[in-house]
């Protein structure tokens, strides 16, 4: 029965830009739509890819912006590239900056490269006054230091992968924590705990498709429509309702991405 009438959710984290939706994207909308998703919020992740995030949302009403530099991706980013992103937030007024990060997973990760185009990005989001959008693999801990030296208090760890601690420090910094795919699987019993214990006004939901499928859907390209599978299991872990999770994720992102919609749960 749920699955014919869900409520509305809103994907906080989506590459709908990507490649690999590109020949059936008008099927993967459609589909999201009947699956009650709301909003997707889009992140781009380089400076080459900011005007296909531009030229796909702005065919959708549902589909929200976010242009940064993503950490993954320093091969493509040069030092101007901080200048024009903040041309390109000032002329285009996005719901975020993002994707940006830290990621010390990657191989040869040059951690002062990333640090000093996040720390460049943080400082982007706090004059705007919009919310950031973070990255971060194996490197909660200086994402945190960060956070603190850039006085820069709003935004969302998308995929968020750290320790009850690390959650809770963030969440005091105002911070929000986002969680996809990865929490469906059974033996992510040390996520899924967390997502458990979390309060309710902290949690974002997301896709991070085409990639992170839920365990439902794995070996599958993601997609947003495939949000319902994550809020399910979110919900099934926490003492509240699948009703007031989805209500409250909702409305959080609303809130934090300051999206023009009115939360209709
Ligand atoms: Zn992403």
Redesign the pocket.
């Known amino acids: 029965m749920l699955r014919q009438h869900p409520p509305p959710l809103i994907d906080s984290?989506?590459?709908t830009d990507d490649e690999r939706l590109k020949n059936d994207r008008h099927q993967v909308l459609e589909d999201a739509r009947r699956a009650n998703i709301v909003a997707q919020v889009v992140?781009a992740?380089s400076h080459r890819l900011w005007p296909r995030v531009q030229a796909v949302c702005a065919q959708q009403d549902d589909l929200y912006a976010c242009y940064g530099l993503?950490p993954c991706f320093h091969d493509e980013h040069e030092t101007s590239h901080i200048d024009e992103l903040a041309v390109w937030i000032g002329r285009e007024k996005p719901v975020a900056v993002g994707?940006c990060g830290l990621d010390y997973f990657i191989a040869g990760a040059d951690k002062a490269r990333q640090q000093h185009l996040f720390s460049a990005q943080l400082a982007l989001a706090r004059e705007f006054d919009l919310p950031i959008?973070i990255?971060a693999r194996k490197a909660v801990e200086d994402v945190i230091r960060m956070i603190r030296s850039s006085g820069h208090y709003r935004g969302m760890v998308?995929?968020f992968n750290g320790s009850k601690q690390q959650a809770t420090r963030l969440i005091d910094l105002g911070y929000k924590l986002s969680f996809g795919g990865a929490v469906t699987f059974d033996r992510a019993k040390r996520l899924r705990e967390l997502v458990a214990q979390l309060p309710l006004d902290a949690l974002l939901l997301?896709t991070?498709a085409p990639?992170q499928a839920d365990a439902n859907h794995t070996g599958q390209r993601n997609e947003p429509a495939f949000l319902i599978d994550v809020w399910q299991s979110i919900s099934q872990l926490r003492a509240e309702s699948a009703h007031d999770v989805a209500s409250a994720t909702t409305t959080n992102a609303i809130e934090l991405f300051r999206l023009p919609l009115v939360n209709p749960a």
């Open positions: 984290h989506v590459h992140p992740i993503h994707e959008v990255h998308h995929s997301e991070d990639d």
